[in-house]
T-cell receptor, first 113, second 112 residues
Framework: DGGITQSPKYLFRKEGQNVTLSCEQNLNHDAMYWYRQDPGQGLRLIYYSQIVNDFQKGDIAEGYSVSREKKESFPLTVTSAQKNPTAFYLCASSILAGSLEQYFGPGTRLTVT | GENVEQHPSTLSVQEGDSAVIKCTYSDSASNYFPWYKQELGKGPQLIID?????GEKKDQRIAVTLNKTAKHFSLHITETQPEDSAVYFCAATYSSASKIIFGSGTRLSIRP
């Protein structure tokens, strides 16, 4: 099956700990994205990567970090500097950088207490 | 930058009736307008999209309309069914843009 996988589906952490969310795609897409979703709000872009070994900050990058060492993988680290980390995190990909159609993974719900 | 406003935030319709969700955008350069459906606990799924060179697009019970002059676009769902219950997001972007701007979402409930 081709698609985007995110793991785990639910993640619990104590405040002050860094946590890394996984995103893998086997669609051979060049571009990958991380979004944050809070209740009653739309999707807000955290980071995006158009090619391997390159990534750019989105609208709410503070407190997050990413890497893109492989085309199929784009992990997101939520650091202790992120003031309100509890949220639903969505990874997406598109065929090319600048391609209009984005395809989403199933999401990871992170709860920090 | 681009801003997308979406209304209403919640919508409840009787099964079999039609539902309409409206969005406005601010950047006249936007030329691609996708709609996503998100079921509870899942990622958004692209259900239909429209580009600025057309005014309307249909796919079975779903249609989108675009008014470039007014910078409005709408999603129309006819003969609604229980499985249409979900959160719907509109979005806007343009060719070569690095990101898509999403509306805040509409929670659609279908009453039996």
């Amino acid at each position: 099956d081709g698609g985007i996988t995110q793991s785990p589906k639910y993640l619990f952490r104590k405040e002050g700990q860094n946590v890394t969310l996984s995103c893998e795609q086997n669609l051979n897409h060049d571009a990958m994205y991380w979004y944050r979703q809070d209740p009653g709000q739309g999707l807000r872009l955290i980071y995006y990567s158009q090619i391997v070994n390159d990534f750019q900050k989105g609208d709410i990058a503070e407190g997050y970090s990413v890497s893109r060492e492989k085309k199929e993988s784009f992990p997101l680290t939520v650091t202790s500097a992120q003031k309100n980390p509890t949220a639903f995190y969505l990874c997406a990909s598109s065929i090319l950088a600048g391609s209009l159609e984005q395809y989403f993974g199933p999401g990871t719900r992170l709860t920090v207490t | 930058g681009e801003n997308v406003e979406q209304h209403p935030s919640t919508l409840s319709v009787q099964e079999g009736d039609s539902a309409v969700i409206k969005c406005t955008y601010s950047d006249s350069a936007s030329n691609y307008f996708p709609w996503y459906k998100q079921e509870l606990g899942k990622g958004p799924q692209l259900i239909i999209d429209i580009r600025s060179n057309v005014g309307e697009k249909k796919d079975q019970r779903i249609a989108v309309t675009l008014n470039k002059t007014a910078k409005h676009f709408s999603l129309h769902i006819t003969e609604t069914q229980p499985e249409d219950s979900a959160v719907y997001f509109c979005a806007a972007t343009y060719s070569s843009a690095s990101k898509i701007i999403f509306g805040s979402g509409t929670r659609l409930s279908i009453r039996p």
